[in-house]
């Protein structure tokens, strides 16, 4: 947690990639902890995309909060990520926050924070929850409020 403290002290916020254990099941995931307390927005989380691409992401989308920017569940964000492609943040739903968001739940310490998960749509520009899609968010799915 010291390394974790001083990056928030430091740089306003960390970030942490989580990857699931030889054999089990569950996709790859990076968030962001910090970003209530420096700048009362909610953390962010990606899956499904590798660690070095969802830190790249998440320091471009921190910056954007810094410029003014609050994203908001629901609402399409174009210039998050390249590619003339939208994004959409949805808000996980409470009783995942603590599984998913772990090392957060224990840095805030019991303080109630909002996390977000940001998804991005195919190649088709179709998001995970049209029947079109195939961008590998499917247990996002499960843990967010549609």
Not at 45 to 53: A, E, N, Q, T, Y
Not at 107 to 119: A, R, S
Request: proline share 5%; charged share 20%; glycine share 10%.
């Amino acid at each position: 947690m010291a390394k974790l403290r001083s990056d928030v002290e430091t740089f306003g916020w960390h970030c942490l990639s989580v990857h699931p254990k030889a054999g089990e099941e569950g996709a790859h995931f990076t968030y962001t902890i910090g970003l209530t307390e420096t700048l009362a927005h909610p953390e962010i989380m990606i899956f499904g995309l590798g660690s070095k691409v969802s830190h790249q992401i998440l320091t471009d989308c921190v910056g954007m909060i810094r410029e003014g920017t609050t994203f908001q569940p629901d609402v399409e964000y174009e210039n998050v990520v390249g590619g003339n492609y939208k994004v959409v943040f949805k808000t996980m739903k409470p009783e995942f926050l603590l599984e998913y968001f772990g090392i957060a739940g224990r840095f805030y310490n019991g303080k109630p924070f909002i996390g977000l998960v940001m998804f991005w749509p195919d190649k088709e520009h179709c998001f995970p929850w049209q029947e079109t899609n195939s961008a590998g968010q499917r247990e996002a799915l499960n843990v967010v409020q549609l």
